[in-house]
Structure formats: structure tokens, C-alpha cells
């Protein structure tokens, strides 16, 4: 039940759309760990203030949660490895910065925190598709 719900592809039969998934996920995935998790690491104390001024308890935790999410979750959306869990993550992460962090600035601002947001949502409720890991495990039963 646990590795249906952590891998689980569904059963694509459509080409188009598994290659628009895999698009899709390898594209948002990288653009996520290169561009915004990885010079989040290692955390400094500037992010932990950042995140110490949004009222967030623990925001040493929390800071690290954010970056490793962006960074590991990036990864793993990119690889089509457990996505539904990690979209969750970065889900949530996003609707962090986008009603948080940048919550007083102009739409165009947060609207990229925004798509990515709702990119997971969407990766979420489609899965991977057929060309991921999550599909090649699903596929040997």
C-alpha cells in the first residue's frame, strides 16, 4: 500500500502526454534545484533570519527544510522518484514564499513562486508519467 502511494505511475498510454510530463518535471525539477535550491545551501544565517522574521518557529529547521526541499525535491521531481511526495513538499514550500515571503510584493514577483506551486499541484494529481522512475517501479510488478 505504502509503495502504491509513494510510486504509484498510473497507467499512461498516451506518448504525448508522458513526454509532456517528462518535460515538464525534468524542466521545473532542474530550474528548482539549480536556480533556487542549491544557492540555498549550505544555510546561512541571513535565510535563517529571513526565515526567523516571518515568525516561523525553529527557523534554523525551517530554513533547512525550505532549502533542501527546493534543492532534493527539484531532484527527485527531475528523476520522477517518489514525485507525489516531493511535489507535496515543494508544494508547500512554494506556498510559503509566494503568501509569505513575498506575500507584500507586486504579483509579478511571486507569481514565479506561484507557478511552481502550482506545478506541483498538477504533478501531484498526474504522477510522473510512464518515462520516470516512479514508472519503472510501478511497472515491475
Known sequence: MIKRIIFHAENYSSPALNLGLLILRVSI??????????????????????????GMP???LFAWCAALSEFFGGLFIALGLATRIFSVSLAFTMAVAGFLVHGADPFATKEKAFLYLITCVVLFFTGPGKY?????INGKK
Open 58 to 60: 525553529m527557523p534554523e
Open 132 to 136: 520516470s522512475i516512479d514508472g519503472l
Open 29 to 54: 525539477g532542474l530550474f528548482m534545484a539549480f536556480g533556487h535550491g542549491l544557492g540555498k545551501l549550505p544555510v546561512s544565517a541571513g535565510f535563517i533570519g529571513a526565515v526567523a522574521k516571518m
